[in-house]
């Protein structure tokens, strides 16, 4: 019986495992990510229509995870945020069209509106945080590169809530400002004007429909060490 269950399911199988894989295979991935796939592979009825979506689903948790895990940048990259208001979106507007094509008119009616209103709600969230001006994360400077030893990140606000904050770190090593640089180019950072500090500046770009930019600055310490200071230049 486990056989012929196993014969029976075996896409459902083979889409879940796919996704787990997709997920698992960056460690920074949210794991959130993986549950559209999940939930659709519960709720499918037949095979033809559950390895279509399923397989679109696929596609958008690749291209919600893989760019971001390889610290690429771009216009068609998603940043972070859009992983928590579009990416639910999308996703629930597919597996509502496959519910309809399955004939599941009210289930697929009610996933709609359910992920409608969670994009709306996620897009509340987004646009607060935007105007509350959230710390940047690792952004793709750590963890830095194995050639340099890195100190404790530091965090520095200014007044007010998540406001005009950036971190900084320090790394030591030969030519530890060559090495440092590579790494950032190697994570879509691209050379931008300096301030009026005239310390080499990078920045790079991700998002669909909100842009965000992320820029970092490197000063030098001394012949072998390097400060990092990157900060949310645009969101």
């Not at 709720?43 to 559950?50: D, E, F, I, P, Y």
């Not at 190697?186 to 300096?194: C, D, I, L, N």
């Amino acid at each position: 019986m486990w056989i012929t269950g196993v014969r029976t399911h075996w896409w459902r199988f083979a889409l879940a495992a796919t996704g787990l894989a997709v997920t698992g295979f960056f460690a920074d991935a949210s794991w959130y990510l993986w549950l559209p796939v999940l939930l659709w592979c519960a709720l499918a009825r037949s095979v033809r229509t559950g390895l279509v979506v399923g397989l679109v689903l696929l596609a958008l948790q690749a291209w919600f995870v893989v760019p971001h895990g390889l610290g690429w940048s771009g216009p068609w990259v998603p940043n972070a945020m859009e992983g928590y208001w579009l990416y639910p979106l999308l996703t629930g507007v597919v597996c509502s069209v496959g519910l309809l094509v399955d004939g599941r008119w009210l289930v697929g009616v009610v996933w709609l509106a359910a992920v409608v209103g969670l994009g709306l709600l996620g897009t509340a969230v987004a646009v607060l945080d935007e105007h509350e001006g959230a710390a940047p994360g690792d952004e793709g400077v750590l963890p830095g590169p194995s050639g340099l030893r890195l100190g404790n990140a530091e965090m520095r606000c200014g007044s007010g809530h998540g406001a005009n904050c950036a971190r900084q770190v320090e790394a030591t090593g030969e030519h530890a400002h060559e090495v440092m640089r590579a790494h950032l180019t190697s994570h879509g950072y691209t050379s931008a004007k300096p301030l009026s500090n005239n310390d080499e500046r990078v920045c790079r770009s991700t998002g669909l429909v909100f842009g965000r930019e992320v820029c970092a600055e490197l000063k030098d310490i001394s012949a072998t060490a390097v400060k990092v200071t990157w900060y949310v230049n645009r969101r």
